[in-house]
Every structure is written in structure tokens, then in C-alpha cells.
């Protein structure tokens, strides 16, 4: 059977932010940016438009990897990645998503197998379109707001601080690499190495 006919996947892997040049480097586009390092790390380009998404696919340890970033802004996520879902057959116990999160520190990661939005508006998105909240995700910190009337959207649509930076570079990488964890081993195991890290 050819790959048309039956265009199943092992798993989707899903970075969220907002699509823009004036996007590029703030906190709410962290998952873009760990979606870019796991490219690297797989040899794959994410460049390919295909479900109002950049997507890219490769093989990785016997599975088919399809990787996706959104381009419908982050409030509308979950129309890209329910509609990769379903094209490749993927439920959502293998649709990992991965995102900025103001509740950790800049630096740290956690794995989850599921859980609620948290206010995050790309998650909430995400659990309408797959009607439930059962898929595993990588959280990234980006650290709290400075003070409670500090403006949300303004934080996560700011920029992580120079002294901050290498932290989160390394964060970044720590949470591709857990990504490819949950793929190898399921996310128990990738919390015990990960989380807290």
C-alpha cells in the first residue's frame, strides 16, 4: 500500500507559538523554538505547509515522526493539530505538545502525561479540538510575571532577559531531548530524567 493510501504516523509532535518575525524570539515561542532544535537534532526542515501548520516528517528509531508548528496564532492551535491528527491516525496519547509555561522558572522543564490548560490559550485550544487532555506535553519555564499587574500577554510576548539567556538556551535543548525521551521510553521515565532539571 502506498504512502498516500495510508498516511499513518507513530506521533505528532507539536511546538506552539505565533507565526511573525516580530514573534520570533519572545517567551510565548518557546515551543517553536524547541521545535526547531529537535529539527536540528533529527536532520529534518519544518517548512512545509500543510494543515494551516509548517510541518516536516522523518523517521526516528523505527517510528514516523510528523513535526508541526502552527501558523494560525496560538489561540487557534488546536485547528492545525486536530487536523494533523486525524489525517495521519494519530490519537492523542501520541500527540505531544510542547510550550511555554510562566509557572516554571527560566531554565526548568516538566514532562506531563496530560493535565489542563493551566490559562495557557494554545493548551485550551488543543483540548477542545482533541476533547480531552489526555496527550503528553513538554512544559518549558519561562518564569512568572514580575508582579501581579504586570500585564500578562505583555510577559509571555517579551523577550527571556540577557542574564537569563543561557538558562533557557539550555532548557531549550533539555526539552528536545525530552521530547525524544517520551518517544523512546514514555513519559515516566522522561520525568524521572527531566523534570526539576
Known amino acids: 500500500m502506498s504512502f498516500f493510501k495510508n498516511p499513518g504516523a507513530d506521533w505528532l509532535i507539536v511546538g506552539l507559538g505565533n507565526p511573525g518575525r516580530e514573534y520570533e524570539t519572545t517567551r510565548h515561542n518557546t515551543g517553536f523554538m524547541v521545535l526547531d532544535k529537535l529539527a536540528g537534532k533529527l536532520g529534518v526542515s519544518v517548512n512545509k505547509m500543510r494543515f494551516k501548520a509548517l510541518t516536516g516528517s522523518c523517521s526516528y ?14 489561540n487557534a492551535s488546536g485547528i492545525a493539530v486536530e487536523a494533523a491528527a486525524h489525517f ?4 492523542p ?23 489542563s490548560a493551566g490559562g495557557h490559550n494554545g493548551l485550551k485550544s488543543i483540548i477542545s479540538s482533541l476533547s480531552g487532555d489526555t496527550f503528553p506535553r513538554v512544559k518549558v519555564g519561562v518564569g512568572a510575571k514580575p508582579h501581579p499587574g504586570y500585564d500578562l500577554a505583555d510577559w509571555v510576548l517579551s523577550t527571556v532577559s540577557k542574564d537569563d539567556q543561557p538558562a533557557y538556551q539550555q532548557a531549550l535543548d533539555n526539552a528536545a531531548e525530552a521530547a525524544l525521551a517520551i518517544i523512546d521510553s514514555g513519559c515516566a521515565d522522561a520525568a524521572a530524567k527531566f523534570n526539576g532539571k
Open 93 to 115: 496519547e501520541r500527540v505531544l505538545v510542547i510550550f511555554d509555561d510562566i509557572s516554571l522558572p527560566v531554565g526548568k522543564i516538566r514532562v506531563r502525561p496530560s493535565g
Open 61 to 74: 528509531h523505527g517510528k514516523k515522526l510528523i513535526l508541526l508548528k502552527p501558523e494560525t496564532f496560538m
Open 88 to 91: 495521519y491516525k494519530i490519537p
